[in-house]
């Protein structure tokens, strides 16, 4: 359960601010994923040029701008 509502909250948080622009995760992100205990999770995606984004997780919260290729 704990998973799930992280896998939620990683999409859910993954746009600092509502707007039009649509952030793009791969399909490995979702319901139901697994992740590996005291590993590092790397989360990547497509985002309009200039976008800010930002993932909160366990507590943690980083932030990226998306660059030309998005």
Do not use: Y
């Not at 707007?19 to 793009?24: M, T």
């Not at 992100?29 to 930002?54: H, K, S, Y």
């Amino acid at each position: 359960m704990k998973i799930k509502i992280a896998v939620v909250g990683i999409i859910a948080c993954s746009v600092a601010f509502p707007s039009s622009a649509a952030v793009r995760l791969p399909h490995v992100f979702g319901n139901g994923m697994v992740l590996q205990q005291g590993q590092r999770i790397p989360v990547w995606g497509n985002a309009d040029n200039g976008e800010t984004v930002t993932v909160s997780f366990a507590g943690q919260q980083v932030s990226a701008t998306a660059g030309e290729d998005g």
